[in-house]
Structure formats: C-alpha cells, structure tokens
C-alpha cells in the first residue's frame, strides 16, 4: 500500500506571495492532520481534517488554512508569506479519529526568501 | 504545564547496547494515545509504537518496547540492540480524548540519539 504523499517536496517563494501544498493519505485513511516543524518551535499542529470537516485547529493566523476533498486528499495554503514561515511541513493521515496512530509523509520544505 | 516532556536532548549509545528514551505527559482526559516517532536527518516521520491509555500491557513492536508506568505519567521507549541505524531525532507524542471527541496530537521537543560503533 503506497504511503502518504506530499507535493511537492521543495518550495521557494518570496515574501507576500502565496503557497498551495498537497497530501494524499494512506488509500483508506479519512483522517488527515498539518503540521509545521521549524528548529525554533519544533513541531506544532496546524490543522486536521476527517471526513472534509476540519476537527481541531492549531494556534496559527488566518493566513494558514486547509481542506480536505471528498478523496480524503488535503491541501493547505499560506497566504501572504512570512521569513517565518519557512519551515518542513508535514502531513500525516490516519484510519480513524481519534488516538489512532497517524503516518507521515516526506513532507515539503518551503523557503521564503 | 508542557503536556508532553522528553529531559533529554540528546544521547549516546554503544552499539549492540539498549538504550532508554523519557517521556513524560500531562492528561487529566482518562483516554488518551501515547506515540513514538523516528526522524532520521532525512526528514520523514516514522511511527514505531503506540500504547492506548487503557491497554493492559506494555506495547512491543521488535526492538521497540514502551515502559509504560500510568500512574507515573511515563512512557519510555527502550530500544533493545541499537544499531547504527537508529541514530535520529525521537519524539514522544500523545493524543487525548474527551467527550466523544478528539484533541490534537501534541509532540515532545524529541531526543536526538546517536549511535556509537
């Protein structure tokens, strides 16, 4: 069974532009959660997703959001970029809600220069 | 209060040696999920063993075994015969229920291990 997959891998933007990443779950998962990891503040929840509702939210601005599609695939997107956004994002999807153990992707390294 | 705490930042082994990882967590949710995670330098996240609040034994997965003591809010992983392989970032996660729903899964700053030949 493939894994979950995230597009793209690398990403370098400038300032003030804005950034769509992709996760496709685990064929079968429904559930599938963001996040940010950066030296400074290591990983930090974003977002999560099950079944296209968005079920917990991290303490993010306005300029991070999500979806997740009738596919279970999800995007987030960041708009307005920040030098502090720079970070690996990862997704990861699990079978069900709850404390079911999720699995990553390589996740994307953005760069905003 | 930090929900989940790993003390230590970085650690070595010998090789061929077991080494222990800590982890401590804060819950006053009865149902909750513990997790341990590997990052090697390449990035991805790999899931190595989970232990549910209410399960009875401690959760083995090969080499991997999590000591968990409840009452003491600890979750060690014991990594038995280490191997040059398992040098990586480790993390300590944990999931908390609570009525009906679920809240996000809150990571520790991870141990960085390093195995020595």
């Known amino acids: 069974k493939a894994g979950v997959t995230q597009t793209p891998r690398y990403l370098i933007k400038t300032r003030g532009q804005q950034v769509t990443l992709s996760c496709s779950p685990i064929s079968g998962h429904r559930s599938v959660s963001w996040y940010q990891q950066t030296p400074g503040q290591g990983l930090q929840f974003l977002f999560e997703?099950?079944?296209?509702?968005?079920?917990n939210k991290g303490n993010f601005p306005g300029r991070f959001s999500g979806r997740q599609f009738s596919n279970s695939r999800s995007e987030m997107n960041v708009s307005t970029l920040e030098l502090g956004d720079s970070a690996l994002y990862l997704c990861a999807s699990s079978l069900r809600e709850g404390p079911d153990t999720q699995y990553f992707g390589p996740g994307t390294r953005l760069t905003v220069l | 209060a930090q929900k989940i705490t790993q003390t230590q930042p970085g650690m070595f082994v010998q090789e061929k040696e077991a080494v222990t990882l800590d982890c401590t967590y804060d819950?006053?949710?009865?149902?909750?999920?513990l997790f341990w995670y590997k990052q090697p330098s390449s990035g991805e996240m790999i899931f190595l063993i989970y232990?549910?609040?209410?399960?009875?034994q401690n959760a083995t997965e090969g080499r991997y075994s999590l000591n968990f003591q409840k009452a003491r809010k600890s979750a060690n992983l014991v990594i038995s015969a280490s191997q040059l392989g398992d040098s990586a970032m480790y993390f300590c996660?944990?999931?908390?229920?609570?009525?009906?729903?679920?809240?996000?899964?809150?990571f520790g700053t991870g141990t960085k291990l390093q195995v020595i030949p």
């Open positions: 996660a944990m999931r908390e229920g609570r009525d009906g729903g679920y809240q996000k899964v809150t």
């Open positions: 232990q549910g609040s209410y399960d009875q």
């Open positions: 997703y099950f079944s296209e509702t968005q079920r």
């Open positions: 819950t006053s949710d009865p149902s909750y999920g």
